[in-house]
């Protein structure tokens, strides 16, 4: 992998907070104009960009869009980038995201040897090396990278042997444990991959710097995470270094979950959004593999989906609740609050603008921006007569759902019956179940296989939308179980029969999205047919 190299970064006084100006060529030359394109508060130059694991995983791509490519040297600094483990690695960590398949994590907490995790932690190290002989030609730095991963991996093993020999005595309990055992594996992977493009940033010249915020081997583990921030970046000089941060961040609070307790999985956003918040960054960038889109082009098709371009948190909250990662709801709250526009971009198409996520954007006319929604959900519905008329009668069974840290995506009430709408496996959805009718006995509890499609935009405040979306749905043939048009105005919720899922996403896409505006005049059941038509060629 070749690139030019910088070996004189340039010279400027340390940083201070600087008026916002349109220079900063954080991804192309010539990328400025479009970055700028979101209006700022008057805050510091410089941007913070987050960089996914599938990203991560292609090194030429993000070093040639993202990192590096034709950049004048004026242009590579006044960055800061917070990264994902390499993809995949995370899940050899703690547990497939998808399958459930069992990880280091989840075999060392349930497993009765010490063998299983241990050749798990094993299979970790190989991966790691087999990644660095990947991306590293240098040999020091290659050795250089392989010593960090033994050091780091055996470092790991050393202290779960340990804590497995205490716990046998009785007196300690390994799930008290359990927590921090975790995150502290998490943490491998962003360390693994920091550390790496920190050294490639360096053989070229460029002055990446290793921000460690993973606590490792710190005596210390009181630090919040904005102490631990602050105190990383107190010596960096952002107009002449590139800091390199891991995603994952120890966050002691006098005995709390620490990140992952809290926000699981989506910890590295929520880092990310502390440290544009902290710094003062001009602007937060999200570096994905795609694009934020109107629908999944798996669904709707390549031709159809578009990028949305420009939208707001409000609309950001909505695709979380669905399930898509634009941002993690709390990271969203940060940047919302400190007024920190974020903007979606493609790694692999570095040249597009990609999507702008303001706070207080919000289009004149009503418009639909993304159809989405979830596949396979369960409607879980109560009816007990003993509700009506009563004050907070939900507030019980919606504590069910607390107790197993069930979120709802949405739910609806009349005088005596609620309805919630999850996406958890059934074994979740069966204890949820027994738990409600063992404290409501007299209530009857029916559950349901469901797809659950949202029609999502900044603005739907059209009083004819909701009646054209269900007269698209009739002309296609499925016949909706509920919909809802909350007063917002920011989503349109339908939940429909199980296995609809496709078929409505594209009705609805090709109704709301492709035929809106130069087609609006049309009937329900020809716009139904023109989408029809070009599924089937």
């Known amino acids: 992998m070749s690139s030019p190299r910088f070996d004189d970064p340039p010279a400027a006084p340390a940083l201070q907070p600087q008026a916002a100006d349109d220079t900063d060529r954080s991804r192309r030359p010539g990328a400025d104009a479009r970055e700028s394109q979101a209006e700022a508060p008057e805050r510091g130059r410089h941007t913070v960009h987050k960089i996914g694991g599938t990203s991560m995983s292609d090194v030429e791509a993000v070093f040639e869009n993202v990192l590096i490519g034709a950049r004048p040297k004026d242009a590579l600094y006044n960055r800061i980038f917070v990264v994902s483990a390499y993809g995949g690695v995370t899940d050899l960590l703690l547990e497939n995201k998808k399958t459930g398949e069992a990880g280091v994590f989840q075999l060392y907490a349930g497993s009765e040897s010490d063998w299983a995790w241990g050749d798990a932690l094993s299979d970790v190290a190989r991966k790691m090396t087999e990644i660095n002989a990947e991306v590293f030609d240098e040999p020091s730095d290659l050795k250089a990278a392989d010593q960090f991963v033994q050091d780091r991996i055996e470092g790991v093993r050393s202290c779960l042997m340990d804590l497995h020999r205490l716990c046998s005595f009785g007196h300690f309990k390994l799930e008290q444990h359990l927590m921090t055992v975790r995150e502290m594996l998490s943490a491998l992977g962003e360390a693994h991959s920091a550390n790496n493009t920190a050294l490639l940033l360096r053989r070229r010249g460029v002055d990446g710097v290793f921000v460690d915020l993973s606590g490792w081997r710190e005596t210390d ?118 007024g920190i526009p974020l903007r979606v971009v493609n790694t692999f198409e570095p040249d597009h603008p990609g999507t702008v996520i303001e706070d207080a954007w919000e289009p004149e006319s009503p418009k639909v921006e993304i159809v989405t929604g979830r596949e396979t959900a369960t409607e879980i519905e109560v009816v007990d007569q003993d509700m009506v008329g009563v004050a907070g009668s939900d507030e019980a069974v919606s504590g069910v759902f607390r107790r197993f840290r069930t979120p709802i995506m949405a739910k609806s009430s009349n005088a005596n019956t609620q309805a919630y709408y999850v996406a958890q496996p059934m074994k979740t959805v069966r204890r949820i179940v027994e738990t409600i009718g063992r404290h409501h006995p007299d209530a009857v509890v029916r559950t349901r296989k469901i797809a659950f499609v949202s029609v999502i935009g900044a603005n739907l405040r059209e009083p004819a939308l909701l009646a054209r979306a269900l007269a698209a749905l009739e002309a296609a043939d499925i016949p909706p179980i509920a919909a809802h048009a909350p007063a917002r105005g920011v989503d349109l919720q339908f939940v429909l029969p199980e296995g609809a899922y496709a078929d409505a996403v594209r009705t609805l896409h090709g109704a709301l999205i492709e035929h809106a505006g130069r087609d609006s005049s049309a009937p329900a059941t020809e716009q139904a047919a023109q989408v029809s038509g070009r599924q089937a060629a």
């Open 221 to 338: 583990q009181t630090l919040s995470l904005d102490a631990r921030i602050e105190a990383a970046f107190a010596d960096i000089d952002l107009t002449r270094q590139l800091p390199i941060v891991t995603g994952y961040a120890q966050a002691g609070d006098g005995g709390g979950d620490g990140l992952m307790g809290v926000y699981g999985r989506g910890y590295s956003e929520v880092t990310f959004s502390r440290v544009a918040c902290l710094t003062g960054a001009r602007e937060a960038l999200i570096h994905k593999e795609y694009h934020l889109s109107s629908a999944d082009p798996k669904v709707v098709g390549e031709e159809a989906v578009r990028p949305i371009g420009k939208t707001n948190y409000d609309v950001a909250d909505q695709l979380s609740n669905m399930g898509m990662e634009a941002i993690h709801p709390r990271a969203a709250k940060g940047l919302r609050q400190n």
